[in-house]
């Protein structure tokens, strides 16, 4: 059971362009979802994060964007730079507003490459 | 602030072997998380760790995997009798007390199961 989807498993984009990265989860009890970027052999690296009381959050190049009626977020990159390329990984958790730590659970990731 | 430690990098075992690997969570996280990665699929959550408690192992396989993190030294996930279809990249993250929802991610453990 995938409750957290990355349907498009790759992306490619040119430089400058904007990068728009989607994700659909199922479970109605996640309240705070998250990307984190992965380069081969290491591990993933937090980028931005969403809690489900907004609908949107930006961090200089990154933007997250939350349509909880659809169960759907995006992360968008603008403009994309080479050092963008990587797999980027959506995920969610249930814990933030229980005050409890929780687990993440993980997209299967889009491998996004920006080109010249 | 150095970030999530993880040892060994690269570990390569036999059929029936243990294996070890080792996570130091960032200074002042209490928390630990391990997380698996098969070739070509997203991270699955394993077990959820507060200082010499077990929080939630429900990733966990039943038999042969065990986590622990004392009251002092690293957290460590233990895989006994290793098979073929443990090799995998095994990732630890941790948070701080005060509530878990960002996780930071160590650079992760590759176990290849000859």
């Known amino acids: 059971d995938q409750q957290v989807k990355q349907n498009s498993p790759s992306l490619s984009v040119q430089e400058g362009r904007i990068s728009i990265l989607n994700c659909d989860y199922t479970?109605?009890?996640?309240?705070?979802f998250l990307w984190y970027k992965k380069y081969p052999a290491e591990g993933p690296t937090f980028l931005i994060s969403i809690s489900s009381i907004k609908d949107k959050n930006e961090d200089g190049r990154f933007t997250v964007f939350l349509n909880k009626s659809a169960k759907h977020l995006s992360l968008h990159i603008v403009p994309s730079q080479p050092g963008d390329s990587a797999v980027y990984f959506c995920a969610a958790t249930g814990g933030r507003y229980t005050g409890t730590a929780s687990k993440l659970t993980f997209g299967t990731g889009t491998r996004l490459q920006v080109t010249l | 602030n150095a970030g999530v430690m993880q040892n060994p990098r690269h570990l390569v075992r036999r059929r029936g072997q243990e294996a070890r690997l080792r996570c130091s969570p960032m200074?002042?996280?209490?928390?630990v998380y391990w997380y698996r990665q098969l070739p070509e699929e997203g991270l699955k959550f394993m077990v959820y760790l507060q200082k010499e408690n077990i929080i939630d192992e429900s990733g966990m396989p039943k038999e042969r995997f065990s986590a622990e993190f004392p009251k002092e030294g690293p957290s460590i996930l233990r895989i006994q009798q290793v098979v073929r279809g443990d090799s995998a990249a095994y990732f630890c993250?941790?948070?701080?007390?005060?509530?878990?929802?960002?996780?930071?991610f160590g650079p992760g453990t590759r176990l290849t199961v000859l």
């Open positions: 479970n109605s009890m996640f309240d705070y």
């Open positions: 200074k002042g996280h209490s928390h």
């Open positions: 993250a941790s948070s701080p007390p005060t509530s878990g929802d960002t996780q930071y």
